[in-house]
């Protein structure tokens, strides 16, 4: 027979060698848990009713890919006791191989005999192997405290579970006070002209957000000349749209960077369209504020279209509002093509046609007038930006009661 086809035969002795070694239970790569938790997390009834995630993280590195994936807890609870009684607790602990139910010789004892029969010990629940995992855990507790200090509570496991199970509800159930208002997540949406750019610079200025604008986002990804850049280098350069598809992947990429999800951000120029926002929260990109800056077209044509930019410092001009400071400064002005009273309407009327849809599927959104000074503007922004979030925030596009 063919060596390469003879069936392969497994000495009884390897069976032996991989239970001491943990051959059959070897670790999956942290980068794979983590996606499948983010997939899972990105379900409708996650998104709707919240989770509790438990068993991960165990270290510091798989709460930092945790936190680079987006995925941030309200709450982290710790539970702590002795080493002595933990171990004593892992020296008891019986499973139900048909239900999975975990039951204790001591404390959690079924009353039915034959659920009591079945019941055995897990294989890695040794006295040894259980002090090597609390050597474990004692080596990344610290990391993980620090991690996640801000929303973190210990609380003693060393007493009946009921008592536990009370405390670890009651804070579940606690509101965070923080410093600062929140960890921004703001959308702002406005027609051209709004001061959208300007707005998303004042707050990111002063509450050290990721002020995310997406045109420049996808500029910057294309000249980074990477794979995605080449994709939708054609686009930019022919002045086409860029579709939705790669746009999302661009966006949520970034979104999902640390400083993103540790910092907030302050996102402009998408969504563009219904289609778009629910794509975003299809991605558990859900923002804790929108704002929608408002201004009539006349507003926006006498503000954009007489706009002119100096080639030479880089200065802006305003034929109205600030003019030229010389002959020689305005003879080299140049007026960008987009800025056109043509293209200005254009833009507009595709702003308008999307805007109501919008609005309906951001209902708690506030509308803010921008046809003012832009720090006035600023203060009205600020101001809503700091009370408290509501107790519920809109799920595809329903309307919160």
């Known amino acids: 027979m063919d060596a390469t086809t003879k069936p392969l035969r497994i000495p009884p002795e390897m069976s032996i060698y991989a239970e001491e070694h943990d051959i059959y239970e070897l670790e999956i790569p942290v980068d794979i848990w983590i996606k499948l938790i983010q997939q899972r997390l990105l379900k409708i009834d996650c998104v709707r009713q919240g989770w509790v995630l438990e068993?991960?993280?165990q270290t510091h590195r798989e709460a930092v890919s945790l936190q680079e994936a987006g995925v941030i807890p309200d709450h982290v609870v710790l539970l702590e006791a002795p080493d002595a009684v933990l171990i004593e607790r892992s020296h008891g602990k019986r499973v139900d191989p048909i239900t999975g139910d975990i039951y204790h010789v001591t404390f959690i004892w079924p009353e039915d005999n034959e659920v009591a029969h079945r019941l055995?010990?897990?294989?890695?629940?040794?006295?040894?192997q259980g002090v090597t995992q609390l050597m474990k855990q004692h080596q990344e507790v610290t990391a993980l405290r620090r991690t996640y200090q801000y929303c973190l509570k210990s609380i003693d496991a060393d007493q009946p579970f009921v008592d536990v199970f009370d405390q670890v509800l009651t804070y579940v159930l606690s509101r965070h006070r923080s410093v600062a208002p929140h960890t921004p997540r703001v959308l702002l949406f406005g027609p051209p002209g709004s001061g959208k750019s300007l707005q998303a610079k004042l707050i990111s200025q002063k509450y050290n957000t990721v002020n995310l604008c997406c045109s420049e986002l996808l500029e910057a990804v294309c000249a980074d000349a990477t794979s995605m850049g080449e994709l939708i280098k054609p686009y930019l350069e022919s002045g086409q749209q860029v579709p939705d598809s790669m746009v999302l992947q661009i966006l949520t990429d970034r979104l999902s960077k640390l400083d993103c999800t540790t910092r907030g951000w302050v996102l402009h120029g998408f969504p563009r369209d219904l289609e778009q926002a629910e794509k975003l929260q299809e991605a558990n990109f859900i923002p804790s504020r929108v704002f929608f800056l408002e201004m009539t077209?006349?507003?926006?044509?006498?503000?954009?279209?007489?706009?002119?930019?100096?080639?030479?410092?880089?200065?802006?001009?305003h034929s109205l509002y600030k003019p030229a400071p010389s002959p020689k400064v305005q003879g080299r002005l140049q007026f960008h093509p987009k800025d056109s009273e043509a293209q200005l309407l254009q833009r507009l009327k595709e702003y308008w046609a999307n805007s109501s849809s919008l609005q309906a599927f951001y209902p708690e959104a506030v509308h803010i007038s921008a046809d003012q000074d832009p720090h006035t503007?600023?203060?009205?922004?600020?101001?809503?930006?700091?009370v408290p979030l509501p107790k519920s925030l809109p799920v595809k596009g329903e309307n919160s009661t």
């Not at 077209?297 to 006498?302: F, L, N, W």
């Not at 503007?377 to 700091?386: G, K, M």
Request: charged fraction near 35%; aromatic fraction near 4%.
């Open 377 to 386: 503007v600023f203060e009205s922004l600020e101001s809503r930006l700091v």
């Open 120 to 128: 055995e010990r897990q294989t890695s629940d040794s006295e040894e």
């Open 55 to 57: 068993g991960i993280p």
């Open 297 to 317: 077209d006349d507003v926006v044509i006498e503000r954009v279209s007489l706009t002119s930019v100096d080639p030479v410092t880089g200065d802006r001009y």
